[in-house]
């Protein structure tokens, strides 16, 4: 069966430094990835999308990578801020044209100051 | 983006009543969905709210449990019907763009006791 695989761990990384958060996926072939952010009690954020004909996106602070023969997308924060500790969910789709999404259970990110 | 807001923002409801949750949208929108996202699970979709016509489901959900009401571009209701503990969840209407973007309200946070 088609499935997401985030890191469930928490990841903690000092400020400044840059975050490194992975999705994986296994029995799927998405026409487009998302990555979101979602803060305790609120609604998903949307970030970045990259589709499956891009190797990498960037916005800001944010990089996206999307690896279809690795099956892997990993989501960069560069010179992490406290104010980026969050949840952070991939979601792919596999048709283009389709709202679908299968989302990942997400990775907490924490930056300490 | 657009700007989007839910009612009631939580509830605590009794095992066999039923609970309608509203999305309202500052603009008109064609595509609007409605996810559920289950205490540690990730979120998934349980039907598109389709304008001028019945909602369709995801596999698993159905229209007697969780009818769907989308009378204009900038509204739609979910009703979780017959509730038991098991539908404790949050509840997040979405809105999609046509370059495949995704905008979440801030959930509806669902206790059945």
């Known amino acids: 069966s088609q499935k997401i695989e985030q890191n469930s761990e928490a990841l903690n990384i000092q400020e400044g430094k840059t975050a490194t958060l992975t999705c994986n996926y296994t029995?799927?072939?998405?026409?487009?990835l998302q990555w979101y952010r979602q803060d305790p009690g609120r609604g998903p954020v949307f970030l970045l999308l990259?589709?499956?004909?891009?190797k990498e996106k960037r916005k800001e602070r944010l990089k996206v990578t999307f690896d279809t023969t690795l099956k892997q997308s990993l989501f960069h924060i560069t010179a992490s801020q406290p104010a980026d500790s969050a949840t952070y969910l991939c979601?792919?789709?596999?048709?283009?044209?389709?709202?679908?999404?299968?989302f990942g259970t997400g990775t907490r990110l924490k930056v300490l100051a | 983006s657009a700007v989007i807001s839910q009612k009631p923002s939580r509830d605590i409801c009794q095992r066999g009543t039923s609970l309608t949750i509203q999305c309202q949208v500052d603009?008109?929108?064609?595509?609007m969905f409605w996810y559920r996202q289950q205490p540690g699970q990730s979120l998934t979709l349980i039907a598109t709210?389709?304008?001028?016509?019945?909602?369709?489901?995801e596999s698993g959900f159905v229209i007697d449990k969780f009818p769907i009401s989308r009378p204009n571009l900038t509204f739609s209701t979910l009703t979780v019907s017959n509730m038991s503990p098991e539908d404790s969840s949050i509840y997040l209407c979405?809105?999609?763009?046509?370059?495949?973007?995704?905008?979440f309200g801030p959930g509806t946070r669902l206790t059945v006791t």
């Open positions: 979405s809105v999609g763009t046509t370059s495949y973007e995704q905008y």
């Open positions: 029995n799927y072939s998405p026409a487009y």
């Open positions: 990259i589709r499956e004909n891009e």
């Open positions: 979601a792919l789709a596999g048709t283009s044209g389709t709202y679908n999404y299968i």
């Open positions: 603009s008109q929108v064609t595509m």
């Open positions: 709210a389709n304008q001028g016509s019945e909602a369709t489901y």
